[in-house]
């Protein structure tokens, strides 16, 4: 009987190549992430000019359910529509290369962070590895800001940030290193909130809600974070809204200006401006989104 010492050469390359390496794996990963995120950055591009309140079109009168009428701002395809008006179908994806290089950076030292340290955390110690995640938050921060500002470019028609290099040198030169951590603790208090309420509503319901008696207990306890994450972001979302408004505001843009917007001292004054007019939650929705009442005024005609 022969044993894999007593294999052929050819064979046993044969047996090893047919395993995927890890290279291969996170190339897979990498391609996969670049094409959700530009498959889902219209998505993400109506959301934002949203988010910082941008309305180019005026509102709809319809009815509800019950038959009470009230006024429908546009939703995602009569936006993306408009979009497409002003600035062609390659307008739906400005601010795309931003996005793609700050998934890919995300994604590469997520996987390299998983191959050496384990959940950013140090084999030997315990403890967390500080290099590792600073590095990638501050890549992940860095491209978000320049693609978010590139696509609120969109309202006041601008052209200020265009490429990366250039993106970056100009941030330098009028804001210094802290225009690149613009929005980052509404941001980081926003992920912190989610991975925490998450984990632990998730640990919840796994150890004491699901009965280790029912046949399917495994297969609902892989679900269950997933559904989760998707309730417990609901709840987080004011804090993404925040830091998304504040890398806007105040960087010269029309978005971030009076009188579309007024000029935050902090991420809190931003937060109890959007909680004083009840847009806490601009943007969650892209359908059948009422026009709130003290906004009436404000809708563009």
Same mark, same amino acid.
């Given at each position: 009987?022969?044993?894999?010492?007593?294999?052929?050469?050819?064979?046993?390359?044969?047996?090893?190549?047919?395993?995927?390496?890890?290279?291969? $794996?996170?190339?897979?990963?990498?391609?996969?992430?670049?094409?959700?995120? %530009?498959?889902?950055?219209?998505?993400?591009?109506?959301?934002?000019?949203?988010?910082?309140?941008?309305?180019?079109?005026?509102?709809?009168?319809?009815?509800?359910?019950?038959?009470?009428?009230?006024?429908?701002?546009?939703?995602?395809?009569?936006?993306?529509?408009?979009?497409?008006? $002003?600035?062609?179908?390659?307008?739906?994806?400005?601010?795309?290369?931003?996005?793609?290089?700050?998934?890919?950076?995300? %994604?590469? $030292?997520?996987?390299?962070?998983?191959?050496? =340290?384990?959940?950013?955390?140090?084999?030997?110690?315990?403890?967390? =590895?500080?290099?590792?995640?600073?590095?990638?938050?501050?890549?992940?921060?860095?491209?978000?800001?320049?693609?978010?500002?590139?696509?609120?470019?969109?309202?006041?028609?601008?052209?200020?940030?265009?490429?990366?290099?250039?993106?970056?040198?100009?941030?330098?030169?009028?804001?210094?290193?802290?225009?690149?951590?613009?929005?980052?603790?509404?941001?980081?208090?926003?992920?912190?909130?989610?991975?925490?309420?998450?984990?632990?509503?998730?640990?919840?319901?796994?150890?004491?809600?699901?009965?280790?008696?029912?046949?399917?207990?495994?297969?609902?306890?892989?679900? %269950?974070?997933?559904?989760?994450?998707?309730?417990?972001?609901?709840?987080?979302?004011?804090?993404?809204?925040?830091?998304?408004?504040?890398?806007?505001?105040?960087?010269?843009?029309?978005?971030?200006?009076?009188?579309?917007?007024?000029?935050?001292?902090?991420?809190?004054?931003?937060?109890?401006?959007?909680?004083?007019?009840?847009?806490?939650?601009?943007?969650?929705?892209?359908?059948?989104?009422?026009?709130?009442?003290?906004?009436?005024?404000?809708?563009?005609?």
């Amino acid at each position: 009987m022969e044993t894999p010492e007593n294999l052929p050469v050819q064979a046993v390359g044969v047996e090893r190549d047919a395993t995927p390496t890890f290279v291969d $794996v996170d190339t897979a990963v990498l391609l996969l992430g670049v094409g959700v995120t %530009t498959v889902t950055h219209p998505l993400l591009y109506v959301k934002l000019l949203i988010q910082v309140g941008h309305e180019p079109l005026p509102p709809t009168m319809g009815t509800t359910m019950f038959g009470r009428r009230v006024l429908y701002l546009p939703g995602f395809f009569s936006y993306a529509r408009h979009i497409v008006q $002003v600035d062609g179908k390659r307008g739906l994806f400005r601010g795309l290369s931003h996005r793609i290089v700050s998934s890919a950076i995300s %994604t590469v $030292v997520r996987s390299k962070v998983k191959q050496v =340290n384990k959940d950013c955390f140090c084999l030997t110690t315990g403890k967390p =590895n500080p290099d590792l995640c600073t590095v990638s938050t501050q890549c992940y921060l860095v491209h978000l800001i320049m693609s978010v500002r590139c696509m609120a470019q969109f309202v006041g028609r601008e052209v200020k940030y265009r490429g990366m290099f250039s993106c970056i040198v100009k941030i330098f030169k009028e804001e210094g290193v802290a225009g690149f951590y613009a929005g980052l603790m509404p941001h980081v208090l926003g992920e912190v909130l989610f991975l925490w309420c998450c984990n632990l509503l998730a640990h919840f319901i796994n150890t004491y809600a699901v009965d280790e008696s029912f046949s399917q207990a495994s297969a609902i306890r892989t679900y %269950t974070k997933f559904v989760m994450g998707i309730a417990v972001s609901v709840l987080t979302y004011p804090f993404m809204l925040v830091a998304d408004l504040m890398a806007v505001n105040n960087c010269g843009l029309a978005a971030g200006l009076p009188p579309r917007s007024p000029i935050f001292k902090s991420w809190l004054h931003c937060w109890n401006h959007l909680s004083h007019k009840g847009h806490l939650f601009r943007g969650s929705s892209f359908f059948f989104r009422r026009v709130p009442v003290n906004s009436l005024p404000s809708v563009e005609n």
